[in-house]
């Protein structure tokens, strides 16, 4: 621990890193930074009081040349947040990369198409090798045969889609839906392929500030950073963040290193959040690593840091934590850690908080396939969505006989209640008839205190037609009625 890090001479050490930032974003001669902002050092407060500068020098030139500083940021919530200090101003348009992406790409009907087109013959193509290779009469190869024909299926009906549509937030169901995934790619694709695409996205943001930018698709980042080479002379590209708190594996490995020379590099080392001993830790942590060092402010507390190490059988893991809750309340005199809600305990790890709420089994054989990781740890994975926000809400609503949101959960999302099939019946109650009995087939697997599983579910619903299959989950479906 060096002496800087003890002792900081005023709270006011990270002033020239948020000086530098505002020259960076001057419209008449912008560059491009990468702010380096470690845990606790104020990095949101840091951006809105960048956006505020421009907001104050550049706000009326912006609206008169019908411009907005673009944001970047992770959740819908970090959304919110951003607004609300910025108090709504439409100068600043603040979005998730999903929102983004799609933004750029929404009413290229004809470019995503062609883009469809070649990437989806290419993935068939790849899959046709593989089962070309693979043994015949297994498991792995239903699931490639189904993948082909599913896939096929839709290049085969690309030229009956006039317009493609993208939910953000939604599940992307349909033959003229993008997943999340596609979303990103294409827009990345566009992005480094079409100069159109590039002056399209510098004259409508000639500043683009990207929070969290260690977990920031790496396509779209490589993308971006495209696009600042090409128009450095009127186009500012901000990213935020710290390598250390990455989270997801398509983020851009050893973002911040060997950036363009023309870029500046500001750095953020006051932590404002932490008192001094648990400083002192993360440094440690942290330097065989990289160099970055944190400093404490000068009013922090010293703190309490205190490390229990407990054998990997152990059983009752909630009464081993609330003996260590009791231990920290005798050595601090604190009796806040004698309530477990004025305390926060912490799980830092993806599998080890599956342990903890049951679902370890399930998140197990997700994650170790690789193309679903990233969307099975930021909550995008369809094939995981599709019983969170479909089949659970039904199951719950109809659990506790609340009639009105199991109404509206089969019309919003089944397709035996959708407009088109009301339509195209004469019989309706009829229709209705059949998705009374879907839902009860559907909440017999729990008779009895049975426990179906996943596929149990899947099988039951996709029988019934209750809820559209996902294509992800398509081929268990189609090898299960294939063996049925």
Known sequence: MTAAASSVPDNDLDNPADEEIATCLDLAAPRSFFLFAGAGSGKTRSLVKALDHVRQLHG???????????????????CDEINRRLEFDHTVEVSTIHSFAWSLISGLNHDIREWLRKNLATEIAEIQVLEAKGRSGTKASAERISKIASKGKRLANLNTVRRFIYSPSGDNRGR??????EVIKISATFLQTKPAMQSILVGRYPILLIDESQDTNKLLIDALFAVQSHHRERFALGLLGDMMQRIYSDGKEGLGQNLPSDWATPGKRLNHRCPKRVIRLINKVRRTIDDQEQVPRTDSAEGWVRLFILPSDTTDKP???????????QLTADEGWGRAETYKSLTLEHRMAARRMGFLEMFVALHEVESFRTGLLDGSLS????????????????????????????????????????????????????????????MSLWQAGAEPTFGDVLRNVASSGLFAVPDALRPSVDRDLSLA
């Open 319 to 329: 009464a081993a934590e609330r003996a260590v809750a009791q231990r920290m309340e």
């Open 60 to 78: 009326e030139t912006l609206r008169f040349r019908g411009q907005r500083v673009g944001v970047i940021t992770f959740t819908n919530a970090a």
């Open 176 to 181: 003229d839906a993008l997943n999340h995934s």
């Open 383 to 442: 094939s995981v969505r599709f019983f969170s926000e479909q089949v659970l809400p039904l199951v719950s609503a109809q659990r506790r006989s609340d009639r009105f949101a199991v109404a509206r959960i089969v019309r919003t999302l089944s397709p035996l209640l959708s407009g088109d099939k009301l339509r195209a019946t004469e019989d309706q109650p009829t229709q209705l008839r059949h998705a009374r009995e879907a839902i009860d087939s559907l």
